[in-house]
């Protein structure tokens, strides 16, 4: 694996990403029934509810994705989300 080492951003955006990753992997089905009830409410529009939940779909990935930039930046020690 190649090694960027300097500040690109990564570790920050992960460790920023991590807290809310935890929460939606606890939390999805009880978050997409808040949008779904929220969007039946006319509150947000169906295009709104749309991207949060797919927001909450592509989470888990995204976290992924970032944990293994910012450990290839050489500043994340953290292995999982």
Do not use: W, Y
Request: with cysteine.
């Amino acid at each position: 694996m190649a090694n960027f080492n300097g500040r690109s951003g990564a570790d920050a955006i992960f460790k920023a990403l991590h807290r809310i990753c935890i929460v939606v992997q606890r939390f999805g089905p009880k978050l997409n029934l808040a949008i779904d009830l929220t969007a039946e409410a006319a509150l947000i529009t169906s295009e709104q509810a749309t991207a949060a939940k797919a927001f909450i779909t592509s989470s888990g990935a995204v976290c992924d994705i970032f944990n293994v930039v910012a450990r290839n930046s050489g500043f994340s020690q953290t292995g999982e989300v």
